[in-house]
């Protein structure tokens, strides 16, 4: 019988338990081995809960007990997360983690931890939620050198834009009414203001290109700031706005960064809408492959949770790791050295548009009754694009990238 403990028992990790109940005698046949859980670490009591009894608030109790050899950390936040985690790794223990703020800050040190003790880190469910991709892009992919992975990686901020782009309403307004159905915290910002993402696309990183680059080491926008003009003129360009999490190698650097872009018909990130997550995975031999699904709610990360679990409960041992080092300053490329195509506004009218057209190129123009005009342009850097505006002396008004 495989011994596990539970540490943090909110949503993910009442879901966690509520997986390893309801689907017992099915995951006993998958594996092999029936999964108990022994203990349930919070700070709470849940006397009406069936698992109450097994509730403790002394992480030293689980750390002590020789027979748990897998530790589930749902705690949320660095700290004690991190603190418990890497106690659980020094005592022998496996670790499986939804939590995306340590993997990204600690994932390195916690992965050489675990490679040092012969034991596992697993944090499928820190990305994506219930959406399999950590693990793709670590086994299926091996052998596939990522050119890039670009995403929506927030559910909440992809309500909002698109129902700002169905809708026309402000941002505000669509903000308010995720925050009624749940969907946005009452203090949003972590999501809305991209640090989310920003943990995401760091992780996502460090498995294409093998180096950990730290959330506050990279470009991050939100989405507060969109308007209905800006969706409007996305959507007569064929294009959507979306939060995208993006990276890429630059030469020998890596490159991570979060913002809104505008993505048109023809890449599949641009039909997601709601809630859900989509992370599109360019690889030199599989080519583009795009993982969908619920990318949070207590189930579906419950369910990568699990499989966790049941995949270090059959590697203790002989763990497959990825190898991650802490980014140095020469790892990182400079956001204005990516080339994609952009999405420019400018002031003037139907004479200056055309005149404008041979400082960029183009592939989508439209000219509206505010006095301005908006283009795609020819793929380029934000160095030439600055050139390009002052040599062409128009007016920049906002400009938006491109994911093709």
């Not at 005698?25 to 108990?36: D, H, P, Q």
């Not at 022994?38 to 700070?43: E, F, K, Q, S």
């Not at 050899?69 to 997360?81: N, R, T």
């Not at 809630?275 to 690889?283: E, P, Q, S, Y």
């Given at each position: 019988?495989?011994?596990?403990?539970?540490?943090?028992?909110?949503?993910?990790?009442?879901g966690?338990?509520e997986v390893?109940?309801?689907?017992r005698?099915?995951?006993?046949?998958?594996?092999?081995?029936?999964?108990?859980i022994?203990?349930?670490?919070?700070?709470r009591?849940?006397?009406?809960?069936?698992?109450?009894?097994?509730?403790?608030?002394?992480?030293?109790?689980?750390?002590?007990?020789?027979?748990v050899?897998?530790?589930?950390?749902?705690?949320?936040?660095?700290?004690?997360?991190y603190?418990?985690?890497?106690?659980?790794?020094?005592?022998?223990?496996?670790?499986?983690?939804?939590?995306?703020?340590?993997?990204?800050?600690?994932?390195?040190e916690l992965?050489?931890?675990?490679?040092?003790?012969?034991?596992?880190?697993?944090?499928?469910a820190?990305?994506?939620?219930?959406?399999?991709?950590?693990?793709?892009?670590?086994?299926?992919?091996?052998?596939?050198?990522?050119?890039?992975?670009?995403?929506?990686?927030?559910?909440?901020?992809?309500?909002?834009?698109?129902?700002?782009?169905?809708?026309?309403?402000?941002?505000?307004?669509?903000?308010?009414?995720?925050?009624?159905?749940?969907?946005?915290?009452?203090n949003?910002?972590?999501?809305?203001?991209?640090?989310?993402?920003?943990?995401?696309?760091?992780?996502?990183?460090?498995?294409?290109?093998?180096?950990?680059?730290?959330?506050?080491?990279?470009?991050?926008?939100?989405?507060?700031?969109?308007?209905p003009?800006?969706?409007?003129?996305?959507?007569?360009?064929?294009c959507?706005?979306?939060?995208?999490?993006?990276?890429?190698?630059?030469?020998?650097?890596?490159?991570?960064?979060?913002?809104?872009?505008?993505?048109?018909?023809?890449?599949?990130?641009h039909?997601?809408?709601g809630?859900?997550?989509?992370?599109?995975?360019?690889?030199d031999?599989?080519?583009r492959?795009?993982?969908?699904?619920?990318?949070?709610?207590?189930l579906?990360?419950?369910?990568?949770?699990?499989?966790?679990?049941?995949?270090?409960?059959?590697?203790a041992?002989r763990?497959?790791?990825?190898?991650?080092?802490?980014?140095?300053?020469?790892?990182?490329?400079?956001?204005?050295?990516?080339?994609?195509?952009?999405?420019?506004?400018?002031?003037?009218?139907?004479?200056?548009?055309?005149?404008?057209?041979?400082?960029?190129?183009?592939?989508?123009?439209?000219?509206f009754?505010?006095?301005?005009?908006?283009?795609?342009?020819?793929?380029?850097?934000?160095?030439?694009?600055?050139?390009?505006?002052?040599e062409?002396?128009?007016?920049?008004?906002?400009?938006?990238?491109?994911?093709?």
């Open positions: 019988m495989i011994q596990i403990a539970i540490l943090g028992f909110g949503v993910v990790g009442s966690t338990a390893l109940t309801e689907n005698a099915l995951i006993a046949a998958r594996c092999g081995e029936e999964v108990n022994r203990y349930i670490l919070d700070l009591d849940f006397p009406e809960h069936p698992l109450g009894n097994r509730v403790v608030h002394d992480i030293n109790v689980i750390l002590r007990d020789p027979e050899s897998v530790v589930a950390e749902m705690m949320g936040g660095s700290h004690p997360a603190d418990f985690s890497r106690a659980a790794l020094e005592a022998g223990k496996s670790v499986v983690t939804s939590n995306k703020e340590v993997v990204a800050t600690y994932g390195a992965l050489e931890l675990a490679r040092s003790k012969g034991v596992s880190y697993l944090f499928e820190s990305v994506g939620g219930g959406i399999p991709i950590i693990r793709p892009l670590q086994n299926d992919l091996a052998c596939n050198e990522i050119l890039s992975i670009s995403g929506i990686l927030n559910g909440t901020t992809n309500f909002i834009l698109s129902k700002m782009k169905r809708e026309g309403v402000a941002f505000a307004d669509a903000l308010a009414e995720a925050q009624a159905l749940g969907y946005a915290e009452a949003p910002a972590a999501d809305v203001d991209g640090l989310d993402a920003a943990r995401k696309i760091v992780i996502l990183a460090a498995l294409a290109f093998g180096v950990l680059v730290s959330p506050s080491d990279i470009r991050v926008e939100g989405i507060s700031h969109i308007t003009e800006q969706t409007a003129v996305a959507d007569a360009m064929g959507a706005v979306k939060l995208i999490g993006h990276t890429e190698r630059i030469g020998d650097r890596v490159l991570a960064l979060v913002g809104p872009h505008m993505v048109p018909e023809s890449n599949p990130v039909h997601i809408e809630v859900f997550n989509g992370i599109l995975v360019d690889a031999m599989l080519g492959a795009l993982f969908y699904g619920a990318g949070a709610g207590k579906p990360t419950a369910s990568a949770v699990v499989s966790d679990i049941l995949s270090a409960a059959s590697s041992g763990p497959s790791l990825p190898h991650w080092r802490p980014a140095a300053p020469q790892d990182l490329a400079n956001p204005a050295d990516r080339r994609c195509r952009r999405c420019f506004v400018l002031e003037g009218d139907a004479a200056a548009a055309e005149k404008a057209k041979a400082f960029f190129g183009y592939d989508s123009f439209a000219v009754g505010n006095g301005s005009f908006a283009f795609l342009s020819r793929p380029m850097t934000e160095r030439e694009a600055g050139r390009a505006l002052a062409s002396r128009k007016t920049l008004r906002w400009t938006m990238p491109v994911l093709d």
